[in-house]
């Protein structure tokens, strides 16, 4: 029968690939990992910073100081993307960056 659907192709796995305009941008596939690894991991210590942990002042500096890398590099590689996929990465990578580092800022991360 023509209209039958087929089961038996096989499924092919999903990639993540920031290049899709078919060139090479590996500084700025490099910078939008970085910024989101960066900022994800401020993120997390402006969270635990909520927690109260016994050292809370070196803490807070720790998320401002990767909280406003992640900003600035993120910032700067958005203006340099190539594709939508690295300005997602970015996005992320930058607000994760911001609540970071205002949860440290928050906590005396300033000073």
Do not use: K, Y
């Amino acid at each position: 029968m023509a209209d039958t659907v087929r089961t038996s192709e096989p499924r092919h796995a999903p990639r993540l690939n920031l290049n899709s305009d078919g060139r090479p941008h590996p500084l700025l596939n490099a910078a939008s990992f970085f910024t989101l690894i960066v900022g994800l991991f401020a993120f997390a210590i402006g969270l635990f910073l909520r927690t109260g942990p016994g050292n809370i002042h070196t803490w807070a500096i720790i998320a401002v100081v990767t909280g406003l890398v992640s900003m600035l590099v993120g910032l700067f590689s958005q203006m340099m993307s190539a594709t939508r996929e690295e300005r997602v990465l970015l996005v992320v990578g930058i607000i994760a960056g911001f609540v970071g580092l205002a949860l440290g800022l928050g906590f005396g991360g300033a000073g």
